[in-house]
């Protein structure tokens, strides 16, 4: 079954914990992508990456962190979480960037930063 | 650059009532258009897209949209809603040349199916 798979579902952590949350595609996409989602503000992208080893700032990077060592895999790291931080976060791929192709999301990953 | 705007946050309709959401866009190129609708609980799911080959474009779940390129809208409707279809919607925008410019979504909608 295609899919974007992302762990953990839900956490909660302290300010200041490092933390990663994997996302995984099964679909051989070169476009890979992290939103987060707050009320109010729709979906606001974090980081894209066009393939392997090319990330890209979106919209909302500060604080965050990613890498695209593997087709398949693209973890977003918060290195010295905060909690305006606390939000929900998708991870999303498509075969290319823009264009007619629909983006594949993964069912979220909701952050609690205390 | 391009923005999607989606009037209404909420809207309430009753079972079996038309169901119409509201998007409008702004682009620089012609737009590629896509409907995301979003269930308790889970991601994003595509329910139609745009792209260019026909104005009125039908998807998932008896929904339908229609692109009005003189109004740069892509309204949203279903002529008779179901209580499974209460969830978040979306509407998003991308540019037709491909080049490095993203996915751009509104600020969503929530749609709740009065019994």
């Known amino acids: 079954e295609a899919q974007v798979t992302q762990n953990p579902r839900y956490l909660i952590t302290v300010t200041g914990k490092k933390l990663t949350v994997t996302c995984s595609q099964n679909?051989?996409?070169?476009?890979m992508s992290w939103y987060r989602q707050d009320p109010g503000l729709g979906l606001r992208q974090i980081y894209y990456?066009?393939?392997?080893?090319?990330?890209d700032k979106g919209d909302v990077p500060e604080g965050y962190k990613v890498s695209r060592k593997e087709k398949r895999n693209f973890p977003l790291i918060l290195e010295s979480p905060s909690p305006n931080q606390t939000s929900l976060y998708f991870c999303a791929s498509s075969l290319v960037i823009g264009g007619n192709q629909p983006q594949h999301f993964g069912d979220g990953t909701r952050l609690s930063i205390l | 650059a391009q923005s999607v705007t989606q009037l209404g946050s909420h809207v309430s309709v009753s079972e079996g009532a038309l169901v119409l959401l509201r998007c409008n866009y702004s682009s620089s190129v012609p737009p590629y258009l896509f409907w995301y609708v979003q269930y308790p609980n889970q991601g994003l799911q595509l329910l139609l897209k745009y792209t260019s080959a026909a104005t009125l474009v039908k998807g998932i779940n008896g929904f339908e949209a229609e692109f009005k390129k003189s109004e740069t809208s892509f309204h949203l409707t279903k002529p008779s809603a179901h209580m499974s279809d209460a969830a978040e919607y979306f509407c998003a925008v991308s540019p037709s040349n491909f080049g490095n410019e993203k996915l751009t979504f509104g600020t969503g909608t929530r749609l709740t199916i009065i019994p």
């Open positions: 990456s066009m393939n392997v080893e090319v990330t």
């Open positions: 679909m051989n996409h070169e476009y």
